[in-house]
């Protein structure tokens, strides 16, 4: 059964300074997906991740996925305020999605 | 742009009574979801369906069940409301594009039941 873990589940971090947000899972799969969800708001798709090593960035967000550690990371820079959200990682099984629990993350100026 | 929508935003029902949420996709997506979301448990997976007529149970099945007439409409339905069914709930919808299963998420339907 495949299982997904994120860390941390909250994160409160001063406007400017940096930070990761990690996601493990259980067994092998290649394709990884980073979703945001605002207060009272669906999920936003941020990233598709398609292989190992695979690297996408948007504005200050950077996401990365390693198959082999079965681990993507999700790298805030320069955190602002309009960061503030619910950020969940996803994996594929098959033709669902498993969630990790949501990292709430609060950036304060 | 993949739009999926959902029939209510707000939901306020009485217990036992049925309770229909709908859902609607215009990418003609072959998988569609319906997922259940609270505070500190994350989104858990209630049924999905990978065609017309198909369904799957997922983590949390008790006390749902599900429809899928046409491609694009996926329906939950609650038989008899429960309190412990107040949530938000989240349709979304995939099809393997791009190589991937990306779901597109509804905007959520937030019921209370009384």
């Known amino acids: 059964e495949l299982k997904v873990e994120q860390n941390p589940l909250f994160l409160s971090m001063q406007e400017g300074k940096n930070y990761t947000i990690y996601c493990n899972y259980s067994t092998t799969s290649d394709r990884l997906y980073w979703y945001r969800q605002d207060p009272g708001k669906s999920l936003e798709s941020l990233f598709v991740?398609?292989?190992?090593?695979a690297v996408k960035q948007e504005g200050r967000l950077m996401a990365s996925l390693d198959t082999k550690a079965r681990l993507s990371t999700l790298h805030i820079t320069a955190a602002v305020h309009d960061l503030s959200a619910t950020y969940f990682c996803a994996v594929d099984e098959g033709n669902k999605l498993v969630f990790g629990a949501g990292t709430i993350l609060r950036v304060k100026s | 742009d993949v739009k999926v929508t959902q029939s209510s935003r707000y939901l306020v029902k009485r217990t036992g009574e049925k309770v229909f949420l709908e859902c609607v996709q215009d990418m003609d997506h072959e998988n569609m979801f319906w997922y259940r979301q609270d505070p500190g448990l994350g989104l858990r997976l209630i049924y999905f369906?990978?065609?017309?007529?198909?369904?799957e149970k997922g983590d949390i099945p008790e006390g749902y069940s599900v429809s899928r007439e046409k491609k694009e409409r996926f329906s939950l339905i609650l038989e008899s409301a429960s309190t412990n069914q107040t949530s938000m709930y989240l349709c979304a919808s995939s099809s393997l594009g791009r190589g991937s299963y990306e779901q597109y998420f509804g905007p959520g339907t937030r019921l209370t039941v009384t």
């Open positions: 991740l398609l292989s190992n090593g």
């Open positions: 369906s990978y065609d017309v007529k198909m369904k």
